[in-house]
């Protein structure tokens, strides 16, 4: 269904005959869309009404632009006006990636609103790229080596092309295989990459506008686009620990993850460090993982679950036991 809010219209997937029950909202990650929690509602039992929302820029929603100088707020504002106009009360928020630190920034502004929290290895409450340590302090004041400037040049370019072939590593069916699982195989393959070609590509949306800097990797954030929302000069939780109330948060990872990890794969100081990209000065790698951990640890009422032999993507590689942990926490909430 279509929802038309004064920021804009969101496209909301639901499940035929679910229109009522405690409301389960799916946020999905970077580049995706909606559809890739098709099976994860499907599978909700019936005490739950499953929704599932294109972020603005992805899937069917209007591609408005980000600004990226709000952090994640334009997308978590989106969720706010979209949980009012449908008069959701106490809804349970799952976050995938992207989508993780979005219902976090749900969270941080509108904790009475929220039922419970899944985390489903979300980015870092300290954002993607340019910090250091568990408590995210920032390598450079201008968050050099984050923003839309570290984004693979023909992945976006094959994005927008929308290019479904296996032909190039950087396609973006190869970049489902290598990163959002850890075995290709993947049932309904084509379904995900046509998904993550619904991504709207430009400075306005992804990844945004690229900035040089005079620090190495020579890359800072700019002010518009996805990549840059995620920077940590943007976006940063360092005060959810003092909300009220608190309510429950699961927190469920693939141990296996390349994307979000404290050795990323796509974070330029460690491929710095493996000297992929030339010239470090020895920067050490995002913990991107142990940051997550600190910022929960300090919240109080959470609980780690990390599934073995699995990558980015539990809800697809082990949906059966990723449904066990989803549902085990609404029912306690």
Same mark, same amino acid.
């Given at each position: 269904?279509?929802?038309?809010?004064?920021?804009?219209?969101?496209?909301?997937?639901?499940?035929?005959?679910?229109?009522?029950?405690?409301?389960v909202?799916?946020?999905?990650?970077?580049?995706?869309?909606?559809?890739?929690?098709?099976?994860?509602?499907?599978?909700?039992?019936?005490?739950?009404?499953?929704?599932a929302?294109?972020?603005?820029?992805?899937?069917?929603?209007?591609?408005?632009?980000?600004?990226?100088?709000?952090g994640?707020?334009?997308?978590?504002?989106?969720?706010? !006006?979209?949980?009012e106009?449908?008069?959701?009360?106490?809804?349970?928020?799952?976050?995938?990636?992207?989508?993780?630190?979005?219902?976090?920034?749900?969270l941080?502004?509108?904790?009475?609103?929220?039922r419970?929290?899944?985390?489903?290895?979300?980015?870092?409450?300290y954002?993607?790229?340019?910090?250091?340590?568990?408590?995210?302090?920032?390598?450079?004041?201008?968050?050099?080596?984050?923003?839309?400037?570290?984004?693979n040049?023909?992945?976006?370019?094959?994005?927008?092309?929308?290019?479904?072939?296996?032909?190039?590593?950087?396609?973006?069916?190869?970049?489902?295989?290598?990163? /959002?699982?850890?075995?290709?195989?993947?049932?309904?393959?084509?379904?995900?990459?046509?998904?993550?070609?619904?991504?709207?590509?430009?400075?306005?949306?992804y990844?945004g506008?690229?900035?040089?800097?005079?620090?190495?990797?020579?890359?800072?954030?700019?002010?518009?686009?996805?990549l840059n929302?995620?920077?940590?000069?943007?976006?940063?939780l360092?005060?959810?620990? !003092?909300?009220?109330?608190k309510p429950?948060?699961?927190?469920?990872?693939?141990?296996?993850?390349?994307?979000?990890?404290?050795?990323?794969?796509f974070?330029?100081?460690?491929?710095?460090?493996?000297?992929?990209?030339?010239?470090?000065?020895?920067?050490?790698?995002?913990?991107?993982?142990?940051?997550?951990?600190?910022?929960? !640890?300090?919240?109080?009422? /959470?609980? !780690?679950?990390?599934?073995?032999?699995?990558?980015?993507?539990?809800?697809?590689?082990?949906?059966?036991?990723?449904?066990?942990l989803?549902?085990?926490?609404?029912?306690?909430?």
């Open positions: 269904m279509k929802v038309t809010t004064p920021r804009l219209t969101q496209n909301v997937l639901t499940v035929e005959g679910r229109d009522t029950g405690e409301p909202l799916f946020v999905h990650g970077n580049v995706s869309s909606a559809a890739f929690w098709r099976d994860s509602m499907a599978a909700l039992p019936g005490r739950y009404r499953p929704l929302v294109d972020l603005r820029g992805f899937g069917e929603s209007d591609p408005a632009p980000v600004d990226a100088t709000r994640l707020r334009d997308w978590s504002d989106d969720l706010i !006006e979209l949980v106009a449908l008069g959701l009360d106490g809804v349970h928020l799952v976050g995938w990636s992207l989508g993780g630190g979005i219902v976090l920034q749900v941080r502004d509108r904790p009475a609103a929220v419970s929290v899944t985390l489903v290895n979300p980015i870092s409450p954002g993607f790229g340019g910090t250091e340590g568990p408590d995210g302090r920032l390598t450079h004041p201008d968050g050099t080596g984050a923003g839309a400037g570290a984004a040049p023909d992945f976006v370019a094959r994005l927008k092309a929308g290019d479904m072939s296996d032909e190039s590593p950087t396609s973006p069916r190869n970049v489902f295989r290598s990163s /959002y699982v850890k075995h290709p195989g993947i049932a309904d393959e084509d379904f995900y990459v046509r998904s993550m070609l619904t991504t709207r590509v430009g400075e306005a949306n990844p506008d690229a900035v040089t800097s005079a620090q190495w990797p020579g890359v800072a954030p700019g002010k518009h686009g996805i929302a995620i920077a940590p000069t943007c976006f940063r360092d005060d959810l620990h !003092e909300i009220d109330p429950p948060i699961l927190w469920i990872r693939g141990a296996d993850d390349v994307i979000v990890s404290d050795t990323s794969l974070d330029l100081a460690h491929l710095g460090a493996l000297g992929v990209v030339p010239g470090s000065p020895g920067t050490p790698a995002q913990p991107m993982v142990t940051q997550t951990r600190a910022v929960l !640890e300090r919240y109080g009422p /959470y609980r !780690e679950a990390v599934i073995d032999d699995c990558g980015h993507s539990p809800h697809l590689e082990h949906p059966e036991e990723f449904r066990r989803l549902t085990a926490h609404l029912g306690e909430a």
